[in-house]
């Protein structure tokens, strides 16, 4: 069966940085369009950031635009978020996510729709 499974996570001081990956089985990693949402207690879900099958585009919500960057490595069946200038309220579980598009370069605008996500992992920013 799929499997997505997140990494690198953790507690992080205000402007430090941390890099997610997510790691994808059961799938032809190639074929999914991958994304990152989060989700904050009491919150609603927010998309992060996604990127192409192709990894030739990515599309970044607007208050992580300049801070995260979205890759892939369709080698290794990988996706990743490099996280910079952390800021408390980007406290939140982080989900990886994948999901079937035709185009190679096809991204997902919105965190409705995916096909399959991962447990979660746990982002902690303090001031």
């Known amino acids: 069966q799929v499997q997505l499974i997140e990494s690198g996570g953790g507690s992080v001081q205000a402007g430090g940085s941390l890099r997610l990956s997510c790691a994808a089985s059961?799938?032809?990693?190639?074929?999914?369009?991958m994304g990152w949402f989060r989700q904050a207690p009491g919150k609603e879900r927010e998309l992060v950031a996604t990127i192409s099958r192709s990894a030739g585009r990515t599309y970044y919500a607007d208050s992580m635009l300049g801070r995260f960057t979205i890759s892939r490595d369709n080698a290794k069946n990988t996706a990743y978020l490099q996280m910079n200038s952390l800021k408390p309220e980007d406290t939140a579980v982080y989900y990886c996510?994948?999901?079937?598009?035709?185009?190679?370069?096809?991204?997902?605008?919105?965190?409705?729709?995916?096909?399959?996500r991962g447990q979660g992992t746990q982002v902690t920013v303090s001031s």
């Open positions: 996510a994948a999901t079937f598009l035709a185009s190679s370069d096809g991204v997902m605008t919105t965190h409705r729709g995916f096909d399959f």
């Open positions: 059961g799938l032809i990693f190639s074929n999914y369009a």
